[in-house]
């Protein structure tokens, strides 16, 4: 089976990025069909379709399409997310009429199911893992990346882009909270987040330095109040670092009993538990990119063999 791929999404700031690059990694690794890498498929050349993140999803796919859907989060909190849920409008509209959708989560599937009317039968669930990079590093490794980046002998840590603001991040909210070490924010920069006070910036690195930037750190805080599944805690798990996270259903969903949780609407009790973290860490999940690309591989199945009214342009 030859599959079309929108590869544009590994250039993303966001954690779609990472998703994209790691799962195609392993579908080109494996020996289960040809990709593609074209955000315009053309049916005489591939048999399906796949655009791993909403940008890519086309209204009239001229094979069949597998969208994959990370959250709802802008058509759920339309009031914050003005812009972007302008943005996004079309391609919700694209999504639902997508042959199959993949979600990290059950939560995002039952979000799916609410916000946008796809039948549960036409969503997958497949979730997500750390790079084959994020790995416990040694001490000289930590050392070397806390002399580049002037990172503190303790700190605690924070993930994720910062070249705009995301209210459900709520990165201003957490830098106000009470707590006694300091707070390293790893991401590409925007000039809003260098005007936060008390914080240590590093910009955008690379997973070598963000797997001893994780392995260094006494624990991962993770604020978000809304989410699809939440990349940095797997990340830091895998990385042997404690995660402290507000409870939200898809990163409860995906972490289990592996964190530590605290109510969403209480930041100064997630760096308390934070800094009252220990080690050693919980195990890290064992799902990996290449059980990712195996599943992705049977929906991609699915799709080809779909019912002919989702197998066509106008569906």
Not at 115 to 139: C, H, K, N, Q, T
Not at 261 to 266: E, G, K, L
């Amino acid at each position: 089976m030859r599959v079309a791929f929108d590869s544009r999404a590994g250039k993303d700031d966001r954690g779609i990025a990472r998703y994209a690059r790691c799962l195609l990694d392993e579908l080109v690794r494996g020996s289960h069909g040809e990709i593609v890498e074209t955000h315009a498929p053309r049916a005489k050349s591939v048999e399906v379709y796949h655009s791993p993140w909403i940008d890519g999803a086309l209204l009239r796919s001229p094979v069949p399409m597998v969208v994959t859907l990370h959250d709802l989060v802008p058509l759920k909190r339309r009031g914050e997310y003005l812009r972007s849920g302008m943005r996004f409008k079309l391609r919700y509209l694209a999504v639902q009429r997508s042959t199959r959708v993949i979600v990290p989560t059950s939560t995002v599937a039952d979000d799916a199911i609410r916000e946008l009317e796809i039948p549960a039968d036409r969503i997958f669930v497949i979730g997500e893992a750390a790079a084959p990079a994020m790995s416990p590093r040694s001490p000289d490794q930590v050392a070397a990346v806390r002399a580049r980046y002037t990172l503190p002998e303790q700190y605690l840590l924070w993930v994720g882009g910062l070249r705009t603001p995301d209210p459900r991040k709520r990165i201003a909210a957490l830098t106000k909270a009470a707590r006694s070490m300091p707070l390293v924010l790893v991401g590409a920069t925007g000039p809003w987040a260098r005007e936060l006070p008390d914080v240590i910036l590093t910009d955008r690195v690379d997973d070598e330095e963000l797997a001893a930037i994780y392995t260094g750190a006494h624990a991962l805080v993770f604020a978000s109040d809304d989410e699809g599944f939440g990349l940095p805690p797997v990340e830091a798990l895998a990385c042997g670092t404690p995660v402290v996270a507000c409870d939200v259903p898809a990163v409860r969903e995906a972490l289990g009993d592996r964190a530590e949780f605290c109510p969403v609407d209480d930041l100064d009790s997630l760096i308390r538990l934070a800094e009252q973290a220990t080690r050693p860490a919980p195990a890290a999940l064992t799902f990996t990119w290449a059980d990712a690309a195996a599943a992705t591989w049977t929906v991609y199945e699915d799709a080809r063999n779909a019912p002919a009214k989702w197998r066509s342009r106008g569906h």
